[in-house]
């Protein structure tokens, strides 16, 4: 007798393709980095039409957190599938190295600039702390298989970088855009540096709500004011503010003159508020015996004189637009120094700032009562003393949102300083910024009205800071009239060419004299730092412009949502003040991650997810999958029981690939393959459904909508391949001949499949792909990475079409579930022990006979013969398929040991006794012959 098992075709068991994802993929960088991948792909796409995405440089500081990875997997999972498009699509990251949080960190380490350190050699070290972080943030996205220019990425501190900004900063001068300005900005008293709308988050604070009373320096005057007053005490109007320690710089108090108001009698006093507002103003007081006593139009309050509630001096009454009936009084305490409407409506009047307040939130030696005090810590005291002077009206503590410095997370005042202003209103900026959004695709499309909202509401932006890590606003300005130098643009490339060769300090230790000529004496040199949104936000120039193979403008930005109030908006606002036009055709954004329930990611919460951990215990191909399988246009849900579920399915998509790989172990694609029309009817279908599958993922890839990706993926895997192709193939594959037509002709479909496969996963799956890659038969040169998508052969005009399939699909799929219902009775073992009599009406037993005996292999049974569905005995199953019962009786053969199949010709022919005519044929004749179209 034969030994059998020789003569099985079993899958090789030595594949490669294991599940030990973490312990392999940091060998895999290691070739992948020897073989020159980024390299080879630039020279395989050279000569192509570009796609540039370009990346947004994540800050120099700490390590990478879950939304690093997000954005970086998805920047990778575009580049490559836009290269496997044929595209020439180059990936230079970035980093930006300027900034207060590095500043800090040095600080920590080796004290203030100037202090323990000079200036320069702060520099350095900040210079030294900055690269350090780079490498240890490039090491980690490396590690999760992003392809890019890792050996020569952009820096922000590079001496080249550096005179590009300053290149930038001199062309947005000589088209008129840059003002100098004394105005109220967002200042951080802890960083001591002045914050642009983009550096601001918002956060809740509680603050003291208090309603203060200012009463009327001439109170006669204040009376006859009134059309008709009655009542009696003093009159007074209050006001109510959220920052007490603002109340020593106030100037003013501001009513709309359009609103109504009102004097009330509250005990011995009467009180004056905007009469749309009373409610809320006694409600807050809990004051239930008032009685309105006159009543006055605000524009007849304009000009009438108030008592500073605690300070020597009296402050006029003033008309503004900015009062509304939104909160408050309607009567609005004004501190020019620390708030825009205040500044404004200030210098409408002529009333100038106090500048009471130092970089560092101390009030200044000269401030009476307060003087040395820290605006965090003097509300209380400003409280006392309102107590004393009897001006305070109510108080209480409100929690609210407020602005905060996304940096050091502290509270932000306004404060009036000199700054640097790009302008939104001088020559029309605004309006020209807006235009450009019209033409750029966001995606989502809610892109477009929230970044219409953040440039609607956009003041001009302040770009200079009070710093000593940044790059210089390298300008000279007049020290009588604040004038920039008449020939400006010239110098501004001369310093750009000095800190070309030497950095930054090159500035800062530059004489004059030789530039200047006999304007030295007249001119000074500007100390203050650019914003390092401006650094970043010139990216378009100083990389796109300047690097071989990128181009300006973008195809891509791809950024988190924060960025339309970030970079997304600063590298607009630099782009049309430079050029005139969008550095980018697209924008698109994610979501920010959250956890299984939705909340923020926290340290103090315990649920943040370190892509470090992920990758060292799944690896990185379940983090990409994950990133992949999420729709990221709203928030990205992610939690040790999210990425537990990603990695089962990574699983299923990994094992399907082993399966078709194993089964093609011998199969030469030069010498095996099948012609396509002597193909087996159920290999072409599989092979066309792979093609529109092909189109289908291309289009998503193309679209941006990569967790449809995975779904069709995953479910071609699941519900295509493995739920039906491959169990009815792996019979032709283990017990037809190793030459045979029908087995090669199921390799081939494999060998379609797998080379189409390989590439849907790539850029997604870029471990798992190079591996499999290695695996698919043939003659492979170069890397996945470099290839394009398989041109699969056309099978659209087969006679067996897709409708046809589909009904054997539901088939198979009905008899499946009778097969199991059975099982669990206990009628039958597998389903290689039944008989199978389908009872089919007229047109699916048409159909159905188009497979002839191919059925009862789709089927995985022994039998499968075909009735009318009138002869369908009482025992005979209904379905859900229309028209079809299913009879099943078990086999009362013998099983051929095999191919398993019960058949009555087991042991028909002595020399094989335990096998069935067909393996015999299999074994020692020409072979079988299977069903074909």
Known sequence: MSDYKSTLNLPHTPFAMKANLAQREPQMLKAWDKAGFYQEIRQARKGRDTYILHDGPPYANGDIHIGHAVNKVLKDIII?????????????????????????????????????????????????????????????????????????????????????????????????????????????????????????????????????????????????????????????????????????????????????????????????VAEGLLESVVARAEVSDYQVVGRIDGRALEGLLLQHPFYDRQVPILLGDHVTLDAGTGCV??????????FLVGKKYDIGTLNYINDNGIYRDHVPVFAGEHVYKVDEKVLDLLKEKQALFCEDKITHSFPHCWRTKTPLIFRATPQWFVSMSKNDLRGQVSEAVEHVNWVPNW????????????????????????????????????????????????????????????????????????????????????????????????????????????????????????????????????????????????????????????????????????????????????????????????????????????????????????????????????ASHNMVALDRWIVRRAQVLQQELIAAYDNFQLHQIYQKLHNFCVVELGGFYLDIIKDRQYTTKADSRPRLSAQTALYYLSEAMVRWMAPILSFTADEMWQQVPGNRIGSVFAAEWYQLPD????????????????????????????RGEGTLGGSLTAELTLYCDTNLKTALAKVADELRFILISSTAQLADLTDAPPDAVATEVAGLQVGLVKSPYAKCERCYHHRADVGAIAEHSTICKRCVDNIEGAGEVRYYA
């Open 80 to 272: 490559k599938s836009k290269t496997l498009s044929g595209f020439d699509a180059p990936y230079v990251p970035g980093w930006d190295c300027h900034g207060l949080p590095i500043e800090h960190n040095v600080e920590k380490k080796h004290g203030k600039a100037g202090v323990k350190l000079d200036v320069k050699a702060f520099r350095e070290k900040c210079r030294a702390y900055a690269a350090r972080q780079v490498e240890g943030q490039k090491k980690d996205f490396v590690r999760l298989g992003i392809l890019g220019d890792w050996n020569n990425p952009y820096l922000t501190m590079d001496f080249k970088f550096e005179a590009d900004i300053i290149r930038s900063l001199g062309k947005i001068v000589e088209n008129g855009h840059l003002t100098r300005g004394f105005k109220p900005v967002y200042w951080s008293v802890v960083g001591g540096s002045a914050l642009a709308e983009a550096e601001v988050e918002y956060q809740d604070k509680t603050s003291f709500s208090i309603d203060v009373k200012f009463a009327f320096a001439d109170q006669g005057k204040a009376a006859a004011a009134f059309s008709e007053l009655h009542g009696e005490g003093d009159l007074s109007v209050v006001i109510w503010t959220t920052t007490p320690w603002t109340l020593p710089a106030n100037q003013a108090v501001s009513v709309n003159p359009e609103l109504d108001y009102v004097a009330v009698q509250v005990a011995g006093e009467r009180l004056v």
């Open 333 to 342: 305490h004004t501190a020019p120094d620390h708030g825009v409407d205040d």
């Open 447 to 674: 892109g477009r009205a929230r970044i219409d909202s953040m440039l609607e509401s956009s003041p001009d932006w302040c770009i200079s800071r009070q710093r000593t890590w940044g790059v210089p606003i390298a300008l000279f300005v007049h020290k009588e009239t604040g004038d920039l130098h008449p020939r400006t643009p010239e110098l501004i490339e001369q310093v750009a060419q000095a800190v070309e060769r030497e950095g930054m300090d090159a500035w800062y230790e530059l004489d004059a004299a030789p530039l200047l000529g006999d304007d030295a004496g007249h001119y000074e040199k500007v100390t203050d730092t650019l914003d390092v949104w401006f650094d970043s936000g010139v990216t378009h120039y100083a990389v796109l412009e300047q690097r071989e193979g990128l181009r300006y403008p973008a195809d891509l930005y791809l950024e988190g949502s924060d960025q339309h109030r970030g970079w997304f908006q600063s590298s607009l606002k630099t782009a049309m003040a430079m050029n005139g036009n969008a550095p980018y055709k697209t924008v698109l954004t994610h979501g920010f991650t959250v956890d299984a329930d939705g909340r923020k990611m926290s340290k103090s919460i315990g649920n943040t997810v370190s892509p470090q951990k992920v990758v060292n215990e799944l690896g990185a191909d379940v983090l990409r999958l994950w990133v992949a399988a999420t729709d990221f246009s709203s928030e990205m849900s992610v939690s040790d029981e999210i990425l537990k579920r990603t990695a089962d399915s990574y699983r299923r998509i990994r094992n399907t690939a082993r399966f078709m790989l194993a089964n093609l172990n011998g199969f030469d694609p030069a010498t095996d393959m099948v």
């Open 795 to 822: 099978f659209t005009d087969d006679e067996f079409g897709d409708e046809f399939w589909q009904q054997v699909v539901d088939v198979k799929t009905a008899v499946n579930r009778v097969l199991e219902t059975a």
